[in-house]
């Protein structure tokens, strides 16, 4: 089964940010992905609010409960208490932990989890009993023994940084070997009964290596390069664009 694409939002709530008006409407982008076969949204509320605002989270929540149902939101974060607070109050499908400081521009690296895994114990054990899945950021290249410690952790998936990889965009050779960096954190994860998301600069062009080196990846979650291609192909076409590069018959 190919992956699902998750649509992450934060690209289209930047640029409504730059000035005090509606537009580009995150929800109604939002609907637009999903109407086009997105499997759910993604978003990453920070504490400045400089990409999604808070008042953004319930208004996602309520288009795919009312609209698509059967469709996930998944919800990014470091997992601070005004964080955890935030998701038990929305309950998204799925919450993903990354290890970010609150000024950093984008998410860059993954989880230490040997260094974290009785306070990511806790957080996930807290998350998971409010029926919440578990995703935790790591490093494309983690060893063995930091997925043991990520399925220590209590985490359902982890979630696979491909910063790496997407900036092998010019270099096919160093793209081959990170696509199978990649594929081998997969297969540790696999072995544990882990599932394995991936995202972060991945692109129509880059998607069918990384599928191939896993095959089984659940979940993509795609915004910056998805964003930039709806402003030359349209949000609907670029959507079904993914889709296609995941496998799925559009």
């Given amino acids: 089964m190919p992956a699902k694409l998750s649509v992450n939002l934060n690209a289209v709530a930047m640029l409504r940010n730059r000035r005090d008006l509606p ?23 920070r504490p400045d609010e400089r990409h999604v605002r808070f008042s953004d989270v319930p208004a996602l929540k309520s ?11 998944n ?20 919450v993903t932990l990354v ?18 895994v009785a306070r990511l114990s806790a957080v996930a054990a807290r ?14 290249d983690a060893d063995e023994a930091q997925i043991a410690a990520a ?7 982890i979630e696979l940084f491909t910063g790496p990889y997407g900036a092998c965009h010019d270099d096919p050779a160093e793209a081959e070997r990170w696509a199978a960096r990649l594929g081998a954190t997969a297969r540790h994860a ?28 659940a979940e993509v979650s795609i915004g910056h390069g998805l ?6 192909y349209g949000m609907t076409e670029t959507v079904r664009r993914f889709r296609r590069a995941l496998g799925e018959t559009v």
């Avoid at 955890?84 to 309950?91: A, Q, Y």
């Avoid at 696999?190 to 998301?197: F, H, K, R, S, T």
């Avoid at 964003?227 to 030359?232: R, W, Y």
């Fill in 23 to 45: 537009w580009p409407d995150v929800v109604g982008f939002g609907r637009i992905a999903l109407a086009a076969g997105a499997a759910g949204l993604t978003i990453h509320p």
């Fill in 63 to 73: 288009l795919i409960e009312r609209e698509f149902p059967g469709r996930e939101y």
């Fill in 75 to 94: 919800i990014e974060g470091y997992p601070s208490e005004d964080f955890l607070r935030l998701v038990e109050i929305h309950r998204p499908d799925q």
């Fill in 99 to 116: 290890p970010d400081d609150p000024a950093q521009a984008t998410s860059d690296h993954g989880w230490d989890f040997a260094a974290h």
């Fill in 127 to 140: 998350l998971k009993a409010g029926g919440m899945r578990v995703s935790l950021f790591a490093d494309g």
């Fill in 151 to 157: 399925h220590r952790a209590g985490a359902d998936r």
């Fill in 190 to 217: 696999g072995a544990l009964g882990l599932a394995v998301n991936a995202g972060h600069d991945l692109t129509v062009a880059n998607l069918p290596l990384l599928c191939h080196h896993i095959p089984a990846l």
């Fill in 227 to 232: 964003t930039a291609e709806a402003l030359e």
